[in-house]
């Protein structure tokens, strides 16, 4: 069952802890994405990846880290620098394409209490 | 600057009424343009793209470049459109999106 399968759906964490949000793909799609979605802010792109060992910063990359050490994975760490943490976030995946369009995994809710 | 504007963040319409969700861009380049959805409790998904021409689920979006705007249409609403939308611009050769703000659409019975 080919997809883009995001770990865990819902995390709460107590401010100044880091977390890691898992995004796995069997697409074998070379690009791979994280999204930040906010109510009425729409979905903001915080970092993303083009190949493995290599990613770049997105428009909100400010306390948030990522890695790309297979083409299979691109986990997301929110930091303890990030100053609201608290949101929906989606990760999506892209194969390499004049003209593509996104695939999205489920989402990943983080509280912080 | 590129840019994607949804001036609409609610939309609420009556069954079988008209819908037109309206996308605006900025690009100095040649667009490509997306329309995404993202009904409750699901993930969201690709709904249409403008170089397909293509009418999804009964949606139609066309490019105007002129105007710099990409609405989408469906001429009788249904209760299953209800869901929040997303126009999206296409920034470079591997595919990364800048999305809208989104617009809620509500179908009423």
């Known amino acids: 069952d080919g997809g883009i399968t995001q770990s865990p759906k819902y995390l709460f964490r107590k401010e100044g802890q880091n977390v890691t949000l898992s995004c796995e793909q069997n697409?074998?799609?070379?690009?791979m994405y994280w999204y930040r979605q906010d109510p009425g802010q729409g979905l903001r792109l915080i970092y993303y990846?083009?190949?493995?060992?290599?990613?770049q910063k997105g428009d909100i990359a400010e306390g948030y880290s990522v890695s790309r050490e297979k083409k299979e994975s691109f986990p997301l760490t929110v930091t303890s620098a990030q100053k609201n943490p608290t949101a929906f976030y989606l990760c999506?995946?892209?194969?390499?394409?004049?003209?593509?369009?996104?695939?999205f995994g489920e989402g990943s809710r983080l509280t912080v209490l | 600057a590129q840019r994607v504007t949804q001036p609409e963040k609610l939309l609420s319409v009556f069954k079988g009424a008209p819908v037109e969700l309206k996308c605006n861009y900025s690009?100095?380049?040649?667009?490509?343009l997306f329309w995404y959805v993202q009904y409750s409790r699901q993930r969201l998904q690709l709904l249409l793209r403008?170089?397909s021409r293509e009418s999804i689920k009964g949606f139609t979006a066309d490019l105007n470049k002129g105007e710099t705007s990409f609405h989408l249409k469906k001429p009788f609403a249904q209760e299953e459109d209800s869901a929040m939308y997303y126009c999206?611009?296409?920034?470079?050769?591997?595919?990364?999106?800048?999305f809208g703000a989104g617009t809620q659409v509500v179908v009423t019975p």
């Open positions: 999506a995946s892209s194969p390499r394409a004049k003209v593509g369009g996104l695939f």
């Open positions: 697409l074998n799609h070379d690009a």
């Open positions: 990846s083009q190949i493995v060992n290599d990613f």
């Open positions: 690009y100095s380049g040649s667009p490509e």
């Open positions: 403008h170089i």
């Open positions: 999206a611009l296409q920034t470079d050769s591997w595919g990364k999106l800048q």
